[in-house]
T-cell receptor, first 114, second 113 residues
Framework: DGGITQSPKYLFRKEGQNVTLSCEQN?????MYWYRQDPGQGLRLIYY???????QKGDIAEGYSVSREKKESFPLTVTSAQKNPTAFYLC?????????????FGDGTRLSIL | GDSVTQMEGPVTLSEEACLTI???????????LFWYVQYPGEGLQLLLK?????DKGSNKGFEATYRKETTSFHLEKGSVQVSDSAVYFC????????????FGAGTRLFVKA
């Protein structure tokens, strides 16, 4: 079955450490997205990519970085510059050709500070 | 810019009660509208969508009608079940800015047996 796989499910970060969250999709989608979700809150867009080797900042990109070297993969690095990284991180993808196509989501990674 | 406003939760209902979660939007173009559902500890799943005015999306007993005149897309279900307990997100996509989707803040639904 096609879908989006995020790993790990739980991740712990020490002070001053960078951590990378994995997101892989086998849906052959062009567009991929990273969101942050805080308790009781909606989704905030961190970064998005419409095509391989290209990505754009979302609303809260500071302290995060991404790469898009392959169509299937869109890893997110939470850097030490992100002072409040504790949150639930969601990766999504979409066909990207028209606006009437929904986004498909992974099951998320929960990041906590040690 | 585009925005989505949905009713605050939590909404608490007894099993078999009727559900309405209000959603209104602001958009400059002609967006597609979506309802997503999120169960605890999981990602979002598409529940239903509508792509043009007067379209009705439906799935698993849930319905929502795209009302351009009132810029609304309210989610309804005639008889809720305990298994419907989740967070529901209204969203729009207008095809600009890399086909980004704008999400509402989410409405948590609790259904009691």
């Amino acid at each position: 079955d096609g879908g989006i796989t995020q790993s790990p499910k739980y991740l712990f970060r020490k002070e001053g450490q960078n951590v990378t969250l994995s997101c892989e999709q086998n849906l052959n989608h062009d567009a991929m997205y990273w969101y942050r979700q805080d308790p009781g809150q909606g989704l905030r867009l961190i970064y998005y990519s419409q095509i391989v080797n290209d990505f754009q900042k979302g609303d809260i990109a500071e302290g995060y970085s991404v790469s898009r070297e392959k169509k299937e993969s869109f890893p997110l690095t939470v850097t030490s510059a992100q002072k409040n990284p504790t949150a639930f991180y969601l990766c999504a993808s979409s066909i990207g050709e028209t606006s009437n196509q929904p986004q498909h989501f992974g099951d998320g990674t929960r990041l906590s500070i040690l | 810019g585009d925005s989505v406003t949905q009713m605050e939760g939590p909404v608490t209902l007894s099993e078999e009660a009727c559900l309405t979660i209000n959603c209104t939007y602001t958009a400059t173009g002609y967006p597609s509208l979506f309802w997503y559902v999120q169960y605890p500890g999981e990602g979002l799943q598409l529940l239903l969508k509508a792509t043009k005015a007067d379209d009705k999306g439906s799935n698993k007993g849930f319905e929502a009608t795209y009302r351009k005149e009132t810029t609304s897309f309210h989610l309804e279900k005639g008889s809720v079940q305990v298994s419907d307990s989740a967070v529901y997100f209204c969203a729009l996509s207008d095809g600009t800015g890399g086909f980004k989707t704008i999400f509402g803040a989410g409405t948590r639904l609790f259904v009691k047996a």
